[in-house]
């Protein structure tokens, strides 16, 4: 992160009204109160160049991929597989075929979990995870685990929500199949150093798959730098529709991995004997694919691409301190996880308050947050609290906003003085 | 200042719960879990020649579940079986927006809590108690407001 983008910030680095203008749902009153959205670490809103793409493939471009030789098929095959080498750019992914649409992270990962777990871990074997993760990278392996007889081992963290990297290094065993590790915390915010997790595992010849679920949509990241195995993420928390995600994964061991669902479109030929797969990524892509969605998360990387990754990571880092700075002065608040790199997230508890009230007052006043354990129950039972509320932050959040969301947590306080 | 659901009654109750504590001997017993939040209450009754004689709850939870939960205490008291019951199926029934607002009922200043209709997220919060009142009278030992015995099913998220 630039300090000196971060300083040059509030003299609009980003054109963040100009911005709001291409979203038409931030426009929204909700209880006679602008709409102040803080929940896009849950999901993102779409603009309407998005919006847009996706009216116009429906509109004018829309058949069912692959083997057709009419027209709208061949365009919406294009368009398909144009969205794929567009993310796959936007990765950095060395080939279009190491990039697997999927329905989302969950899906991304349980692919993984199916393919190449059944495929490469065994009885005795071991997982590492960390503490941080989202129930989507730790019940996939609880699963296999289950099934095979294997044994997952948890990085713990620290009371800031950092990762404790010795215990990390110890983690590590003959047995180790995999590491499956968040790259940003959903629910504390903390961006774990995965790319020296990846380089310690690398070394000992273990694979790495990343849930970067709240990382892609908030920071450059480049899967051939990162050197990670699989990478997987959502759609719909990166301006794009929801049931569209996807799994990087390096060829080879995406050629080594047995499919995840059979059907159409991921064979080459069957018979009542005998059925040959299709390469990858066709092999993972079994059924009509959600094409729209696809074509639509290739226009939320066009937008992206388009404001600028960078500048995006350091207005959200702006807000955050901005959040930081103003709501840790508030007597009777207090922050969850205040790791050393944190992306735009904000978990907090307010003092005799629970989150849920905290919430409910807070969309009183049009300020949309999330409060509960956030699918992360292990992190909330480190830290001993049934749940936060979590203010998240993109592109499209505003200084004002944060003001908003100030002005109504101390409503509560006053409601519950 | 005034919150629409968040009012003088149910913050006091939140504040200063009534009939706190549990019973030594019981005649009835249960315990109510919303896994959604972390509600948990325990909720101890003795029902003597048909009429609950003693009520108490303790438990954790957000202020809608808190109050709900004392203002049911204070209003059960004293009532026949048979009519705690009737009124844990008006408060059900309030709290879901199925209640005929024209019709006659015995709810009085529960009706605070009508507001939690337009909140589907937070109706669990203010049934879990009557739930585990009737769990109670029902004898059985644990109710969850997650899963089959759910009687009041919302789509949720994991």
């Given at each position: 992160?630039?300090?000196?983008?971060?300083?040059?910030?509030?003299?609009?680095?980003?054109?963040?009204?100009?911005?709001?203008?291409?979203f038409?749902?931030?426009?929204?009153?909700?209880?006679?109160?602008?709409?102040?959205?803080?929940?896009?670490?849950?999901?993102?809103?779409?603009?309407?160049?998005?919006?847009?793409?996706?009216?116009?493939?429906?509109?004018?471009?829309?058949?069912?991929?692959?083997?057709?030789?009419?027209?709208?098929?061949?365009?919406?095959?294009a368009?398909?597989?144009?969205?794929?080498?567009?993310?796959?750019?936007?990765?950095?992914?060395?080939?279009?075929?190491?990039?697997?649409?999927?329905?989302?992270?969950?899906?991304?990962?349980?692919l993984?979990?199916?393919?190449?777990?059944?495929?490469?871990?065994?009885?005795?074997d071991?997982?590492?995870?960390?503490?941080?993760?989202?129930h989507?990278?730790?019940?996939?392996?609880?699963?296999?685990?289950?099934?095979?007889?294997?044994?997952?081992?948890?990085?713990?963290?620290?009371?800031?929500?950092?990762?404790?990297m010795?215990?990390?290094?110890?983690?590590?065993?003959?047995?180790?199949?995999?590491?499956?590790?968040?790259?940003?915390?959903?629910?504390?915010?903390?961006?774990?150093?995965?790319k020296?997790?990846?380089?310690?595992?690398?070394?000992?010849?273990?694979?790495?798959?990343?849930?970067?679920?709240?990382?892609?949509?908030?920071?450059k990241?480049?899967?051939?730098?990162?050197?990670?195995?699989?990478?997987?993420?959502?759609?719909?928390?990166?301006?794009?529709?929801?049931?569209?995600?996807?799994?990087?994964?390096?060829?080879?061991?995406?050629?080594?991995?047995?499919?995840?669902?059979?059907?159409?479109?991921?064979?080459?030929?069957?018979?009542?004997?005998?059925?040959?797969?299709?390469?990858?990524?066709?092999?993972?892509?079994?059924?009509?694919?959600?094409?729209?969605?696809?074509?639509?998360?290739?226009?939320?990387?066009?937008?992206?691409?388009?404001?600028?990754?960078?500048?995006?990571?350091?207005?959200?880092?702006?807000l955050?301190?901005?959040a930081?700075?103003?709501?840790?002065?508030m007597?009777?608040?207090?922050?969850?996880?205040?790791?050393?790199?944190?992306?735009?997230?904000?978990?907090?508890?307010?003092?005799?308050?629970?989150?849920?009230?905290?919430?409910?007052?807070?969309?009183?006043?049009?300020?949309?947050?999330?409060?509960?354990?956030?699918?992360?129950?292990?992190?909330?039972?480190?830290?001993?609290?049934?749940?936060?509320?979590?203010?998240?932050?993109?592109?499209?959040?505003?200084?004002?906003?944060?003001?908003?969301?100030?002005?109504?947590?101390?409503?509560?306080?006053?409601?519950?003085? | 200042m005034?919150?629409?659901?968040?009012?003088?009654?149910?913050?006091?109750?939140?504040?200063?719960?009534?009939?706190?504590?549990?019973?030594?001997?019981?005649?009835?017993?249960?315990e109510?879990?919303?896994?959604?939040?972390?509600?948990?209450i325990?909720?101890?009754?003795?029902?003597?020649d048909?009429?609950?004689?003693?009520?108490?709850?303790?438990?954790?939870?957000?202020?809608?579940?808190?109050a709900?939960?004392?203002?049911?205490?204070?209003?059960?008291k004293?009532?026949?079986?048979?009519?705690?019951?009737?009124?844990?199926?008006?408060?059900?029934?309030?709290?879901?927006?199925?209640?005929?607002?024209?019709?006659?009922?015995?709810?009085?200043?529960?009706?605070?809590?009508?507001?939690?209709?337009?909140?589907?997220?937070?109706?669990?919060?203010?049934?879990?108690?009557?739930?585990?009142?009737?769990?109670?009278?029902?004898?059985?030992?644990?109710?969850?407001?997650?899963?089959?015995?759910?009687?009041?099913?919302?789509?949720?998220?994991?």
């Open positions: 992160m630039s300090a000196v983008l971060t300083q040059l910030d509030k003299a609009q680095v980003l054109d963040v009204l100009r911005i709001r203008n291409d038409p749902i931030l426009g929204l009153q909700i209880n006679g109160k602008p709409l102040a959205y803080f929940d896009s670490a849950a999901s993102s809103q779409m603009p309407r160049q998005v919006l847009d793409r996706v009216v116009h493939y429906q509109t004018a471009e829309h058949a069912n991929i692959h083997r057709g030789v009419h027209h709208l098929s061949e365009v919406a095959t368009a398909y597989e144009g969205a794929r080498s567009r993310v796959g750019r936007f990765i950095n992914a060395q080939e279009d075929r190491e990039v697997i649409f999927t329905r989302g992270t969950t899906n991304s990962i349980n993984v979990a199916h393919g190449f777990g059944r495929a490469f871990v065994g009885a005795g071991e997982i590492i995870l960390s503490h941080l993760e989202h989507s990278n730790i019940v996939p392996w609880q699963m296999l685990c289950e099934e095979r007889g294997a044994t997952l081992k948890v990085v713990p963290i620290d009371d800031a929500g950092d990762l404790l010795g215990e990390y290094e110890k983690l590590f065993s003959p047995h180790t199949r995999l590491v499956a590790v968040t790259h940003v915390s959903n629910a504390l915010g903390t961006i774990n150093p995965v020296e997790m990846i380089a310690s595992a690398r070394a000992r010849g273990v694979p790495v798959l990343i849930d970067g679920a709240q990382a892609v949509p908030h920071m990241v480049d899967v051939r730098d990162l050197d990670c195995d699989f990478y997987a993420f959502s759609g719909h928390k990166m301006c794009g529709p929801t049931g569209i995600g996807i799994l990087y994964g390096k060829a080879r061991w995406l050629e080594k991995m047995r499919p995840f669902e059979g059907g159409g479109d991921m064979i080459l030929s069957v018979s009542f004997e005998k059925t040959a797969y299709n390469t990858i990524p066709h092999k993972f892509e079994a059924g009509t694919p959600p094409i729209a969605a696809a074509i639509g998360l290739g226009a939320a990387v066009e937008y992206l691409e388009s404001v600028g990754m960078e500048r995006i990571a350091a207005h959200e880092h702006a955050l301190e901005y930081t700075a103003q709501i840790s002065a007597k009777g608040v207090r922050i969850i996880g205040t790791a050393r790199h944190k992306a735009g997230v904000l978990s907090f508890t307010v003092e005799g308050v629970h989150p849920h009230d905290v919430g409910t007052i807070l969309n009183e006043e049009g300020v949309a947050v999330r409060t509960g354990h956030h699918c992360a129950q292990p992190v909330m039972q480190r830290y001993r609290i049934p749940a936060t509320t979590r203010a998240s932050f993109y592109l499209y959040n505003t200084y004002e906003e944060v003001d908003q969301l100030v002005r109504a947590l101390r409503r509560v306080q006053q409601i519950f003085a | 005034d919150s629409k659901l968040y009012q003088e009654v149910i913050l006091d109750h939140n504040k200063k719960p009534r009939n706190w504590g549990r019973l030594p001997a019981p005649s009835h017993k249960a109510g879990l919303n896994p959604l939040c972390g509600d948990h325990w909720l101890t009754v003795n029902v003597a048909g009429r609950v004689s003693e009520i108490a709850f303790e438990g954790e939870g957000c202020a809608i579940c808190k709900s939960a004392s203002m049911m205490t204070t209003n059960v004293g009532k026949t079986v048979d009519e705690a019951e009737r009124l844990v199926l008006e408060f059900r029934d309030m709290a879901t927006g199925k209640l005929d607002d024209g019709a006659a009922n015995h709810l009085g200043r529960l009706a605070v809590f009508a507001g939690v209709r337009n909140l589907p997220s937070r109706v669990k919060c203010a049934i879990l108690p009557w739930h585990t009142l009737h769990a109670a009278f029902s004898a059985q030992p644990t109710i969850s407001t997650e899963g089959d015995a759910d009687p009041v099913p919302l789509p949720e998220r994991g």
